[in-house]
């Protein structure tokens, strides 16, 4: 008898023998009792009894997701929770690679099963994993996003959110070939300016994490939807953020859960991009808009087969995801880099040294040009080691599409399948002396293919890299340019939640340069 069901039939003889117990027991309490209280204890054995048998199924169905032959090694824990809480709570502790590397140890594997997030999973750790999933995509696996991503962006379209993401995708290299991106790296440098001079001149504390925020996502209003003013940018930049913090969570939608906090939110943004596109629909028609000054004036006059136009709504809901795309690892990226500057003075001499032979290069009042970003080797190399130890993206889930075998490991079809950064990142197969910070591994050829993903790989690689590559070094172009920095808090805790952060959110004392 398979041991699944060997496991199912001894339970059903522990709760036949339980019944038969309970029976005997009110038996012999009716002879001693009132009619009323053997009444309610009867209703209490049958609510125990319902319980019981509902925890039952619980368990079979549970464990009938994890039956066939040659699965890899791992637990999958209770049913509905599975290992997800330990999962979390690694991250939430700042140490997403323990619950990862604890189980590479246990079993000797680098591919394991567990349960996440209400599904069966495999995670897949080290380079090669990382390979073989990004290698087949779309043949042997595809993407996948937890039930809450679908129930926050609902599509006018009535396609899942995976569907929509690859129009999307097909959509963007219009907005981020390299010509394009290079008219936006005068625009980065403008706004990261006026940044500066709204948020930190004249400040001796700034708190770095939400000011970070504050500027990616300025930027990506200004060159997603051409807006610049910081009265209507802030209209919606507070409840983006709960958007964004209660996107991958529990898809509970009760008051007072970050999910339904976030579904508030994401309405509530929604409504102020259909004004905002209606007023675009009207500028496109009378000649006061450009067709191609923006991403958003490029879906609005974008057609498909069969020449139909988008409606707002479903602009709306795109503009929404890029939105998040576009702002929330990069700030987390850019407070990292202020935090290792300040951790790392010898470190930030050097960033400081090259980024001061650009800015001394510049005539008065002119701004950063292609040419001046790529003469910034050094601080990129810094950015990626950053990346390395403190990667803004933990992983991301894909699903098996067929059964497929990996390291003579069976992974059924509809599995879930789970990289992370950190199973290469923090691994001294991969990167010797992982803590160490040091940024000349990212000289010459750089590290060995698959093991740097902090922008994840294969066909999904993100289409923003670039683009995030240059709204990183203009902010650190211009921070390093008006001062130097120390932590008011040495040892602030890290958290994941789901980008990772400091806890509270980098207070630093800034000190402007000497004349």
Sequence with gaps: MPSHLAHFSSNKVSLLLFSFVSLRFWERLWAISSTMEVFFLSLLLICVLSVSIGLQFLFYKHRSHFTGPNLPPGRIGWPMVGESLEFLSTGWKGHPEKFIFDRISKYSSEVFKTSLLGEPAAVFAGAAGNKFLFSNENKLVHAWWPSSVDKVFPSSTQTSSKEEAKKMRKLLPRFLKPEALQRYIGIMDHIAQRHFADSWDNRDEVIVFPLSKRFTFWLACRLFMSIEDPDHIAKFEKPFHVLASGLITVPIDLPGTPFHRAIKASNFIRKELRAIIKQRKIDLAEGKASPTQDILSDLLLATDEDGRHMNEINIADKILGLLIGGHDTASSAITFIVKYMAELPHMYE??????????????????????????????????????????????????????????????????????????????????????????????????????????????????????????????????????????????????????????????????????
Excluded at 463 to 479: C, D, S, T
């Design 350 to 515: 050097k960033v400081y040294e090259e980024q001061m032979e650009i800015a001394n290069s510049k005539a008065p009042g002119e701004l950063l040009n292609w040419d001046d970003v790529q003469k910034m080797r050094y601080s990129w190399n810094v950015a990626c080691e950053v990346m390395r130890l403190a990667p803004p993206l933990q992983g991301a889930f894909r699903e098996a599409i067929t059964d497929f075998v990996f390291n003579g490991f069976s992974i059924p079809k509809g599995w879930k399948l789970y990289w992370s950064t950190s199973s290469t990142h923090k691994s001294p197969k991969c990167f010797p002396e992982p803590e160490k910070f040091d940024p000349t591994r990212f000289e010459g050829a750089g590290p060995a293919p698959y093991t740097f993903v902090p922008f994840g790989g294969g066909p999904r690689m993100c289409p923003g890299k670039e683009y995030a590559r240059l709204e990183i070094l203009v902010f650190m172009h211009n921070v390093v340019k008006r001062f130097k920095w120390d932590k008011l808090l040495p040892d602030e805790k890290i958290i994941i939640d789901p980008m990772r952060m400091p806890a509270k959110g980098l207070p630093v004392r800034l000190r402007l340069h000497k004349p």
